[in-house]
C-alpha cells in the first residue's frame, strides 16, 4: 500500500470480518474532473454513457455525481430521463 501512495486499508469486525481497501485520491479526483468535463461537453450525457466513456461502473459514476451534487458542483435539471446536467 505505501509503495502505491494508497490510504491504509480500513479493518472492522462487526459479525463478520471486513477489509476495505481505499482508492488513491488522485484516481478519484481525476474521474470527478472527467465527469465533470464530460458535463460541460454534452449537458444531456447519461450515466451509462459516462460509465462507458471513464471505464467505471455506473454504480461508480452515480457515487461521484452523488457527492459533486452534494458540493454544489452540479446539478440536474428536469427529469431523470430526458433532463439535463449543469455545472454550478
Avoid: Y
Avoid at 488513491?24 to 472527467?34: A, F, I, P, T, Y
Avoid at 450525457?45 to 457527492?67: C, F, L, P, Q, V
Amino acid at each position: 500500500m505505501k509503495e502505491a501512495t494508497l490510504p491504509a486499508p480500513l479493518f472492522q469486525k462487526e459479525g463478520m470480518f471486513t477489509v476495505t481497501l481505499m482508492r488513491s485520491v488522485k484516481s478519484r479526483e481525476k474521474s470527478r474532473e472527467k465527469i465533470k468535463a464530460l458535463i460541460k461537453e454534452n449537458p444531456n450525457i447519461t450515466t451509462m454513457e459516462m460509465s462507458e466513456i471513464i471505464g467505471i461502473s455506473i454504480k461508480g459514476i452515480e457515487k461521484h455525481i452523488a457527492n459533486l451534487k452534494k458540493e454544489g458542483i452540479i446539478d440536474r435539471i428536469g427529469a431523470d430521463k430526458g433532463g439535463n446536467w449543469k455545472i454550478l
